[in-house]
């Protein structure tokens, strides 16, 4: 047998993998549909107890939904099937846009030394993940997006700034990407009036990040060049920034100094959030820079097989092996056990197999990335 066809078998092994791994996850979402509530209405794992804890409802449908898009299983369901779904979904958007997890209090969350950049953190993540899922099932209906007005203004958008703690990159990372994500939004459904105050604002967030960019990187955070855990913070979260520049078409500066970070740790399974953040680094450099694409799919390939190996025998994915999760971190009171197969999880995952698969063999599976900036946008194209 050539090289040639050795790689091709390989190949369609993996490709054989892909499909059937595909199809135990559409499968295994199917179980955790939730008694006496409309179709795609799921817990978020097999120990969700929804009697006593209705509101983690919520994660887990727009988790779902997501990775249900992302596998092209959406079009199984009619369409007042999924109209059904995003009603539900949109009760729980307050007057001004915010989502939030029904029955979360004070006493639940992580805690910021500001209690309203503690709830601003977690209704940004919240929300960007609902409208997510929306986007997905009824791409027609606008978002509420009143609550970013307030960012339009210069002054109040250059304070929120100025209180980003870079000692924390992964917590800002998020917070950063996801109001971006909302302007980028607000943009495309406002005026010419609103699209200019959006680009300024645009502008003033590119500004900060060329303030603070580390070169030696490419990543925002404190004290990365001399702890490697910080180092993995500061590339969790610059990550997530990435995004602004792949969707606005800007040139990310040291783009290259962060692939060079990637390339040199193992492609191995770590957790659902850093694989799914290394992966999506490296795709995305492969496809809008000409550096080190044959190293980037050498990673890649070593890694699918790790990841596609992960998958619980139920269908799902878990976060890791060990441990106790909580919700993204924010929950204090809902808590499971790792190692089961969750809707996060799972999404993130599909997103890292779905983002190598697109990269080296492109239009192989018709998978629906977000459109929408955060977890699981894919910028089109191919190199």
């Not at 539900?88 to 007057?95: E, G, I, K, P, T």
């Not at 978002?143 to 307030?150: E, I």
């Not at 607000?186 to 990040?209: K, M, N, Y």
């Not at 610059?238 to 995004?243: R, T, V």
Request: hydrophobic share 45%; glycine share 8%.
């Amino acid at each position: 047998m050539t090289s040639r066809e050795s790689r091709g078998a390989i190949d369609a092994a993996l490709h054989a993998q892909i499909d059937a791994a595909r199809g135990r996850t559409l499968a295994w979402l199917d179980t955790l549909q939730a008694d006496g509530q409309p179709c795609g209405v799921v817990r978020i794992s097999s120990a969700h107890d929804v009697a006593r804890w209705p509101g983690m409802l919520l994660p887990g449908t727009y988790n779902a939904v997501l990775a249900r898009s992302l596998l092209d299983g959406l079009d199984e369901w009619g369409s007042a099937t999924r109209d059904a779904l995003a009603a539900w979904l949109s009760s729980h958007r307050r007057a001004d846009g915010v989502f939030r997890i029904p029955g979360m209090s004070d006493d639940d969350v992580f805690k910021k030394p500001d209690p309203a950049e503690t709830w601003r953190y977690i209704d940004f993540h919240v929300t960007n993940y609902s409208l997510g899922a929306l986007e997905m099932l009824a791409p027609a209906a606008p978002p509420v997006l009143d609550f970013v007005r307030p960012w339009l203004d210069p002054l109040v958008l250059k304070a929120w700034l100025a209180d980003r703690d870079l000692r924390d990159p992964w917590q800002e990372g998020n917070n950063i990407v996801n109001l971006g994500s909302f302007l980028l939004l607000l943009a495309g459904q406002g005026d010419e009036p609103t699209r200019e105050r959006v680009q300024a604002c645009l502008s003033i967030l590119f500004d900060w990040h060329d303030r603070f960019q580390e070169p030696a990187t490419g990543f925002w955070g404190v004290g990365q060049l001399s702890d490697p855990e910080r180092a993995l913070h500061a590339m969790a979260g610059s990550m997530h920034n990435f995004h602004l520049w792949y969707a606005t078409g800007r040139a990310l500066p040291f783009h290259d100094r962060a692939v060079d970070w990637a390339l040199a740790r193992s492609p191995r399974i770590d957790s659902a959030c850093i694989d799914v953040d290394l992966v999506d680094l490296l795709v995305h450099a492969h496809l809008v820079i000409d550096y080190r694409r044959g190293d980037i799919e050498r990673w890649l390939r070593a890694m699918l097989p790790p990841l596609l190996a992960f998958q619980n025998v139920d269908g799902g994915f878990c976060d890791t092996r060990e441990g106790v999760r909580r919700q993204d971190g924010w929950v204090r009171g809902y808590e499971e056990p790792q190692g089961l197969s969750n809707t996060f999880a799972t999404w993130f995952r599909w997103i890292a197999i779905a983002m190598i698969a697109d990269c080296l063999w492109p239009g192989r599976w018709p998978w629906r990335f977000r459109r929408m900036v955060g977890i699981g946008y894919r910028r089109p194209g191919t190199p």
